[in-house]
């Protein structure tokens, strides 16, 4: 099934760095959410972007949904032990907004 | 409120068998939709489930079939199961799928024996 394009596929970084990450897709999006998963368990919901050029803020997290609504950036600010974890991009395609595609996902470790 | 509730959390089948896994949606959310995660795969969508209709449909082989009722929960099942089948199986629900967020139970991981 289609997938969006996620990068970086993981990402190694020490404690108190900040941490950038993005989703890419041919298609214009509607929609933008973030995920984020800790192993064995489901994803939970970081942000939700809803029109083109919205920046929203989450604590440390900070998503933007891009101008040309193909993109969207998700930065972790300060990065701590417990943000250890699988980040997943999804969005709902402005020809089908019943559907969510989800990205490939960014893996990320924190080194202390 | 309640979140989306899965069960069982943990399944171990023969192959051959079949099963059948369940999700109860947050109240008052009438989509369902149904992934299947492995390790080199990432989420696959199985199905979406609206008022009691699938209005999405993956590319799965027929051996996965679903059904929503009338109070929103769903329900997949997958028939003469293979070892491939073994993964994380979870269900997001939102309130109508269109534009909205999803949220996600915290999934039933089957293995297959």
């Known amino acids: 099934g289609q997938q969006l394009n996620q990068s970086p596929q993981s990402m190694f970084i020490q404690e108190g760095e900040d941490v950038s990450m993005n989703c890419t897709s041919s298609?214009?999006?509607?929609?933008w959410l973030w995920y984020k998963q800790d192993p064995g368990e489901g994803p939970v919901l970081l942000i939700a972007?809803?029109?083109?050029?919205e920046l929203t803020s989450n604590g440390r997290l900070t998503a933007q949904f891009g101008i040309t609504r193909k993109d969207s950036f998700l930065n972790i600010s300060a990065s701590i032990p417990s943000d250890v974890g699988i980040y997943f991009c999804a969005g709902r395609p402005s020809y089908n907004t019943d559907k969510l595609i989800f990205g490939t996902g960014t893996r990320l470790q924190v080194f202390p | 409120k309640a979140g989306v509730t899965q069960t069982p959390r943990y399944l171990i089948k023969t192959r051959g068998q079949q099963v059948t896994l369940s999700c109860s949606p947050i109240s008052g959310h009438r989509s369902v939709s149904w992934y299947q995660q492995t390790p080199g795969q990432g989420l696959q969508f199985l199905f979406e489930?609206?008022?009691?209709?699938?209005?999405n449909k993956g590319n799965f082989p027929g051996r996965f079939s679903g059904r929503q009722f009338s109070n929103s929960r769903s329900e997949m099942n997958v028939s003469t199961l293979e070892l491939g089948d073994s993964a994380l199986y979870l269900c997001?629900?939102?309130?109508?799928?269109?534009?909205?967020?999803?949220?996600f139970g915290q999934g039933t991981r089957l293995t297959v024996v």
């Open positions: 972007l809803y029109k083109a050029g």
């Open positions: 298609s214009i999006f509607n929609t």
């Open positions: 489930y609206f008022s009691e209709t699938q209005r």
């Open positions: 997001a629900s939102s309130s109508d799928g269109l534009n909205t967020e999803a949220f």
